[in-house]
């Protein structure tokens, strides 16, 4: 069973910066695409960056654009997420998700099978 460990979240101001980090125990990771979720209080989940398996294509939400920024250490089984400019709208739980299938790690990405962190909560205040 791949376990994913989802780290970096925690409560900052608006325009304040975070780092996501999450580990996954699988040894082949570096053939997953990577993607970062996320759920608000009362929302549904939703997507907000993914990367493919060899980290040389992302993809984005229109909303964390030109803000968050995804990447990963294929060395070391981890993909990251970098967010500036916080927003009391991005507060949520932000959960990881590795995925293998054809290639893509955009919104529409459907994977053949796909693996979940437990999540790391965000909070962003006014």
């Known amino acids: 069973q791949v376990q994913l460990v989802e780290s970096g979240g925690g409560l900052v101001q608006a325009g304040g910066s975070l780092r996501l980090s999450c580990a996954a125990s699988?040894?082949?990771?570096?053939?997953?695409?990577s993607r970062w979720f996320r759920q608000a209080p009362g929302k549904e989940r939703e997507f907000v960056a993914g990367?493919?398996?060899?980290?040389?294509?992302?993809y984005y939400a229109d909303s964390v654009k030109g803000r968050f920024t995804i990447s990963r250490d294929n060395a070391k089984n981890t993909v990251y997420l970098q967010m500036n400019s916080l927003k009391p709208e991005d507060t949520a739980v932000y959960y990881c998700n590795i995925g293998l299938g054809v290639e893509g790690a955009g919104e529409s990405y459907i994977p053949d099978y796909d693996f979940w962190g437990q999540g790391t909560q965000v909070a962003v205040s006014s």
């Open positions: 699988e040894r082949t990771f570096s053939v997953y695409a």
């Open positions: 990367i493919n398996w060899s980290g040389d294509s992302t």
